[in-house]
């Protein structure tokens, strides 16, 4: 499976201007790509104010994520601010290019911003089933929680979309390559460049990392169009001769 990773300064709060953004980015995309990902709150940024930004799910985000997957054919996802029934959601949208949806909505989320205060948690681990791939879908500080993203689904990718900042940098690359080793999956990491509104800077860092531990793409720190070429049957074939995931504990998470 081809994947493109776009890593993009972000417009604060400014949906229409981050859609003509990253409309412009995928338009050089290559047309064999499968999948699209964008970063976490790829539409406003990082923002603790959803009451000025929260779309439904027929808006215009939403509505833009479906063209541009049905245009490229390729499956496009990202986290966006969603508001449903009175409350606020993180929420990263899986679009396929039929047009359908799955979602997943951040389940930790990031109380040293206050993020907790204004959004409400997940409660689902999701897992999406595209071109014979198990997807993980997860967001930004999940990343810190590996318990809750076990591989006990035999998931192939694990997927993480970020706005991650540039002073923990390193626990990003390192927790990024301890997910991938431990599940024996890979993941691809997704993250922002550029200043924020609170003056945060985020100096990207996305990238691939495959089922040992090796980078297949190694951390990116400038805003880019990055495309990976990843094959399933050569985690498998590992996953067979160093089953590790058999002598996995078995719990229960309560949520």
């Known amino acids: 499976m081809k994947i493109a990773l776009i890593q ?3 417009n604060w709060e400014n949906a229409s201007a981050n859609r003509s ?3 412009s980015k995928i338009n050089q995309v290559d047309p064999e790509v499968n999948l699209i990902v964008l970063p976490e709150m790829f539409s406003t940024g990082f923002t603790m104010n959803p009451s000025a930004v929260a779309e439904t799910m027929e808006g215009e985000t939403v509505s833009w994520m479906k063209a541009v997957s049905k245009q490229k ?3 496009v996802t990202g986290s966006v601010v969603i508001t449903e029934n009175g409350k606020y959601f993180n929420r990263m949208l899986f679009v396929f290019p039929t047009g359908d949806i799955q979602h997943y909505d951040k389940r930790h989320l990031f109380s040293l911003a206050g993020e907790d205060k ?12 595209y071109l014979g791939w198990k997807i993980c879908l997860q967001v930004c500080y999940d990343l810190r929680f590996p318990v809750f993203v076990r591989n006990v689904e035999n998931y192939d990718l694990l997927l993480y979309v970020a706005n991650w900042p540039k002073v923990r940098t390193n626990a990003w690359d390192a927790l990024l390559k301890a997910r991938a080793i431990e599940n024996l999956s890979y993941v691809a990491g997704v993250n922002r460049v550029g200043l924020d509104a609170h003056d945060y800077e985020h100096t ?8 040992l531990g090796n980078y297949i793409l190694e951390p990116q720190e400038t805003e880019g169009v990055f ?29």
Do not use: C, P, W
């Not at 204004?118 to 089933?129: D, L, P, R």
């Not at 990207?204 to 089922?211: A, E, I, L, P, T």
């Not at 990976?228 to 229960?252: A, I």
């Open 8 to 10: 993009s300064d972000l």
């Open 21 to 23: 953004n990253f409309e």
């Open 204 to 211: 990207g860092h996305s990238q691939v990392v495959d089922f």
């Open 73 to 75: 054919n390729s499956a």
């Open 118 to 129: 204004f959004y409400t948690a997940g409660n689902q681990k999701v897992i999406v089933e």
């Open 227 to 255: 495309v990976v070429d990843l094959d399933r049957n050569e985690m498998l074939e590992t996953r067979k001769k160093l089953d590790f995931l058999s002598d996995k504990d078995v719990f229960e998470i309560k949520i």
